[in-house]
């Protein structure tokens, strides 16, 4: 294995870093409940990955088991439990807990507790799951054949 091809040129670097403060407003839902915050957006990182944090409240829920065909995505559990699905079995993953999924690899998440959780969402590549998150709400009142359209464009496949 390899570095990867080479994006910079230059001889000196760039001041281009992006900063965001522990105290940002979520980008969507209320902080404290159920919100995400976008640390890196597929634009913000050249479309190298994408990671939010994600604020579940308690007994929130969370998408039923699906897949991806073009990104992976990652969980890091930072405060509370969520229920991961690992495409076998429901895990009760706690602070410090991880999970990688690769394209193609079925998986869930899910926040059964009585307390509220967070966790880190890495997917790669970047893509733009911002209008994902940003639409779901949009489709409690859309049509079969519309919401099918949304999870397609979203590269979200549903297996129950």
Not at 42 to 70: D, I
Not at 114 to 138: C, K, N, S, V, W
Request: no cysteine; hydrophobic share 30%.
């Amino acid at each position: 294995m390899s570095y990867p091809k080479q994006v910079y040129s230059g001889e000196n670097g760039q001041a281009d870093a992006h900063f965001r403060p522990v105290d940002t407003a979520p980008d969507i839902g209320e902080r404290g409940k159920d919100a995400i915050h976008y640390l890196a957006t597929t634009t913000t990182t050249r479309g190298e990955y994408g990671l939010y944090r994600v604020e579940m409240s308690a007994r929130s829920g969370g998408p039923r088991t699906h897949f991806h065909r073009t990104i992976s995505e990652s969980f890091f559990i930072l405060e509370g439990t969520v229920r991961l699905f690992d495409g076998e079995r429901w895990i009760d993953a706690r602070k410090g807990d991880f999970l990688h999924v690769p394209q193609g690899g079925l998986h869930a998440f899910r926040n059964d507790s009585d307390a509220q959780a967070e966790m880190l969402l890495l997917f790669t590549p970047g893509a733009p799951r911002e209008g994902y998150f940003e639409g779901l709400p949009g489709l409690a009142g859309a049509t079969d054949e519309e919401r099918s359209r949304f999870f397609d464009e979203h590269d979200s496949y549903f297996v129950d």
